[in-house]
T-cell receptor, first 115, second 112 residues
C-alpha cells in the first residue's frame, strides 16, 4: 500500500458527460501528479500541483482540469467525454515541489470507461 | 525531445532463468531514472531510483544499473511472483517539476 488513495475505483459513463476523479496524497506529501495510462500510449503525465498551486502541465486536453485543495487532496475533472478518454487515471504524490529529485508514489488508479 | 524506450516489449522466462531488461533514454539533462513494477490493473510500485552513471541498486532478485544512455534491470533466478510489467521512467531537468516520462514497459512472464 503506497498510502495514496483514489476514488472511485471504476467509473462507467457516456460520451458527452462530465466526471470527477479524486486523489488523497500520502501523509505529508505536498505534490500531486496526474497520469493517464491507455493501452496504446503508456503512462502520460497530465498535470502537477504543489501545495495548491499548479506547477506543470503535460499533454492535458482543454476539456480536462484539475485542482488541489487546502487539505491537499486533488480532483481531476474530465468533461465532454469521448470514447478515447477511456483509460486508467493514476494519481501520484511526492514530498517535494520539484527543484530536486524525489520519488513519486502511485495510487491504485481509477478505470474510466466511456460508452 | 525527452524519450524513453524499453526492450524487449515482452519476455518469457523459466523459473530460475536470469535475464536483463533494457531502458534506453534520451534526455536533455537527467535528474533521476526510476524503475517501477506494475501488476495488471494496479498502480505502479516503486522499485529503484538511479541518479548518476555507474550507480547500482539491488533489492532481492533485482539489480538496476545506469549508464549515460541506458539502464538495465537484471533479474537473477526469477520466480513466478516476479511476473509483472516493469516500467522505466526518467525525470528530466527543467523547471520546478518532477514529472516523469515513462517507457511503455516490459511485460515479464516467469513460468514455473
Amino acid at each position: 500500500d503506497s498510502g495514496v488513495t483514489q476514488t472511485p475505483k471504476h467509473l462507467i459513463t457516456a460520451t458527452g458527460q462530465r466526471v470527477t476523479l479524486r486523489c488523497s496524497p500520502r501523509s505529508g506529501d505536498l505534490s500531486v501528479y496526474w497520469y493517464q495510462q491507455s493501452l496504446d500510449q503508456g503512462l502520460q503525465f497530465l498535470i502537477q500541483y504543489y501545495n495548491g498551486e499548479e506547477r506543470a502541465k503535460g499533454n492535458i486536453l482543454e476539456r480536462f482540469s484539475a485542482q488541489q485543495f487546502p487539505d491537499l487532496h486533488s480532483e481531476l475533472n474530465l468533461s465532454s467525454l469521448e470514447l478515447g478518454d477511456s483509460a486508467l487515471y493514476f494519481c501520484a504524490s511526492s514530498g517535494g515541489q520539484g527543484f530536486v529529485s524525489d520519488t513519486q508514489y502511485f495510487g491504485p488508479g481509477t478505470r474510466l470507461t466511456v460508452l | 525531445e525527452d524519450q524513453v524506450t524499453q526492450s524487449p516489449e515482452a519476455l518469457r522466462l523459466q523459473e530460475g532463468e536470469s535475464s536483463s531488461l533494457n531502458c534506453s533514454y534520451t534526455v536533455s539533462g537527467l535528474r533521476g531514472l526510476f524503475w517501477y513494477r506494475q501488476d495488471p490493473g494496479k498502480g505502479p510500485e516503486f522499485l529503484f531510483t538511479l541518479y548518476s552513471a555507474g550507480e547500482e541498486k539491488e533489492k532481492e532478485r533485482l539489480k538496476a544499473t545506469l549508464t549515460k544512455k541506458e539502464s538495465f534491470l537484471h533479474i537473477t533466478a526469477p520466480k513466478p511472483e516476479d511476473s509483472a510489467t516493469y516500467l522505466c521512467a526518467v525525470q528530466p531537468y527543467g523547471g520546478a517539476t518532477n514529472k516523469l516520462i515513462f517507457g511503455t514497459g516490459t511485460l515479464l512472464a516467469v513460468q514455473p
